[in-house]
DNA sequence: GCGGCGCACTCGATCGTTTGGGAAGACAGG
DNA sequence: CCTGTCTTCCCAAACGATCGAGTGCGCCGC
């Protein structure tokens, strides 16, 4: 009666996290049943005003808070989608994901990141783990289902996967930029320049090499091809540029697989003494505030990455609501940024 | 009988997506009770090896996969954190989510991420998220718990919150890196170099700016402190650097809070035709890779990121297995990477 | 006065697990 | 043959929500 109730000193030995209050409590305070305050939470309009009154009070004074788990379980769905990604750090799949985050939103699904920081066993790992977790959706970002979990997922799990086109599996839809038209651009740019010894540093995607070889055999180049193949780092494109620029004669100009292996070409020319764009014009692929940053001042080509990341939300939320849909392709087209690493051969 | 069976047609049309198996019918198909599955599949010991074996077949056959979502609910707990990070292009975040992700991995843990876009309401919003998802545990990256629901998400769920370190809520853990030592590890290069007129640009964190304070009046610099304030993005620096290299007399030096913001400063330099290092020393914060590129090569502040994510796990680790415990701050030592950008005065 | 109809609300089954408390069988000791 | 102890397995009650199928009750028209 006098002095601090004895629940407070008993509070500071105990323990904080008091159970969670659930839909039960609720319906006990406010003296309705557990299905009335189901019906009010989830806006039923056969309920009287003052009931739903009733129970918002309770639920607000017992601070509740709805058991995604409990639903989930019984809905069946968790509108959760799981989106894997190979490497966070480079900056396309981080503003892709802000595009996807953004659609997926809209649809009332909620995006878990995955990181498999290009390892397989991490993929699979990660994958079975959205897959326990019951996602209703995945996206694959730089990686294509290869291994048996991966593909075994995409059979009970609508799927889309971005950045890889040679995926042929039954209700797969992909997300790609046309990267051919994508490498044209780069090649049509560098040749309108005045470059002839244009080399191509290819990386994951086979078919942006492709481009190449096609743009330069329109333009009557295929003498001059020289192709170089690098891992997608910045060291690894360091590497494969020595090695086209130490040849004899050398190439004028560098189309990179991407910004982070045209960011090693740079450094390559940097340390051979060459001067960009003077000696060596160099173009990337992606157009990452990498290339973006005035120090750096990368010529690119360009992919519409929120699109992108809206496309793969459209696909994946079209094929959660209609499974068993054909596979569809959505091809994205891409744009070349000219900046200062490119000039006249 | 003969032709095929009438299952095959009716399969086309049908959806893809069969039911996933359950316990009850990996139980019925090994003859055993849901139970014994259960037993088996959680390595109990006592099982007789026959049935174990009846059951581990069943179960692959049927390409039984556990439902998370209903053993989280019978557990209580989802083995889920929920890290929420203010922006997923800051290179920082993404290497610390790598070492937090690492070190959870090993407890057991699965790392969910959101990302608030530095939006009040989308952290709020997805804070909820992680609640009604029922995660074990929270980390907050950049940001500060002010929000009624973050404060009552504190109350309830394990966190620890990295890189803010003026929080006083009960029960909340803190990793920061000392950044008044980094700063200090600034300022002392510079005076080293010659530096007098040693400028700093603000940003979010106080502590860094208070730091740059301190080591500048130890040096008995106090006349020349020179502060100004930038938003965290490469142009917010380019301005700030503005505002700054056009007074007179110049700095010959500037702090940067951190390399995105020192990369604006570079360009502002670039701009107005000041040459890096001769004319000015820039330094920068958080050694991302950016920096640590040859052609921007910043010298920086490095924060131990990944034993900052490790740091992080293991409390919240801690403090998921005993939540109550004191608030427990954690605090890493900075280190100086000298690069390019610096040199005499 | 009574059958019929709607409204407001409750009951209880259900989702797929885990887990404590047995139950059945084998086997040994008395 | 009875009892007790192990081993090996099963039953059924949770967990917290949703939702179809009811149950009362007031009100209408005839």
């Not at 409590?25 to 309705?32: F, I």
């Not at 190439?251 to 090693?264: I, K, Q, R, S």
């Not at 990452?288 to 990455?305: E, G, K, M």
């Given at each position: 009666m006098s002095g601090p109730p004895v629940n407070t000193t008993i509070a500071e030995v105990d323990t904080l996290p008091r159970p969670r209050p659930t839909i039960?409590?609720?319906?006990?305070?406010?003296?309705?049943s557990k299905s009335l305050v189901s019906l009010v939470l989830r806006g039923s309009p056969h309920v009287s005003e003052h009931r739903r009154q009733a129970v918002l009070q309770a639920a607000r004074e017992l601070g509740y808070r709805p058991n995604a788990v409990a639903r989930s379980l019984v809905e069946g769905r968790t509108h959760l989608v799981g989106a894997l990604v190979a490497d966070l750090h480079n900056p396309f799949y981080a503003e892709f994901l802000d595009g996807l985050q953004e659609s997926l939103h809209g649809d009332g699904l909620r995006m878990l990141i995955g990181n498999s920081q290009w390892d397989p066993a991490f993929e699979d790992e990660a994958v079975e783990a959205f897959l326990?977790?019951?996602?209703?959706?995945?996206?694959?970002?730089?990686?294509?289902?290869?291994?048996?979990?991966?593909?075994?997922?995409?059979?009970?799990?609508?799927?889309?996967?971005?950045?890889?086109?040679?995926?042929?599996?039954?209700?797969?839809?992909?997300?790609?930029?046309?990267?051919?038209?994508?490498?044209?651009?780069?090649?049509?740019?560098?040749?309108?320049?005045?470059?002839?010894?244009?080399?191509?540093?290819?990386?994951?995607?086979?078919?942006?090499?492709?481009?190449?070889?096609?743009?330069?055999?329109?333009?009557?180049?295929?003498?001059?091809?020289?192709?170089?193949?690098a891992v997608s780092t910045e060291d690894g494109g360091r590497e494969a540029a020595v090695a086209l620029l130490?040849?004899?004669?050398?190439?004028?100009?560098?189309?990179?697989?991407?910004?982070?292996?045209?960011?090693?070409?740079?450094?390559?020319?940097h340390e051979l003494g060459l001067r960009v764009p003077e000696d060596l014009s160099v173009v990337g692929y992606d157009n990452?505030?990498?290339?973006?940053?005035?120090?750096?001042?990368?010529?690119?080509?360009?992919?519409?990455?929120r699109t992108m990341g809206r496309s793969a939300a459209a696909l994946l939320s079209d094929r959660i609501g209609d499974p068993g849909k054909l596979?569809?392709?959505?091809?994205?087209t891409p744009e070349l940024i000219v900046r200062r690493s490119t000039g006249p051969a």
């Open positions: 039960r409590n609720v319906a006990e305070r406010a003296g309705v326990e977790l019951r996602v209703d959706g995945l996206v694959l970002l730089g990686i294509a289902p290869t291994s048996e979990t991966l593909i075994e997922a995409t059979s009970y799990t609508p799927t889309v996967v971005v950045g890889e086109r040679d995926i042929e599996i039954d209700g797969v839809d992909i997300v790609v930029d046309d990267d051919q038209l994508g490498a044209r651009l780069a090649i049509d740019h560098l040749v309108d320049l005045g470059h002839k010894r244009i080399a191509h540093i290819e990386g994951t995607k086979s078919s942006r090499c492709e481009g190449y070889l096609v743009a330069m055999r329109r333009h009557a180049l295929a003498p001059y091809i020289m192709v170089e193949h130490t040849r004899e004669p050398r190439p004028t100009a560098v189309f990179a697989a991407n910004d982070v292996v045209a960011l090693g070409v740079l450094t390559a020319a990452t505030h990498l290339s973006a940053s005035r120090h750096i001042s990368l010529t690119s080509v360009d992919q519409p990455r596979a569809r392709l959505r091809q994205v």
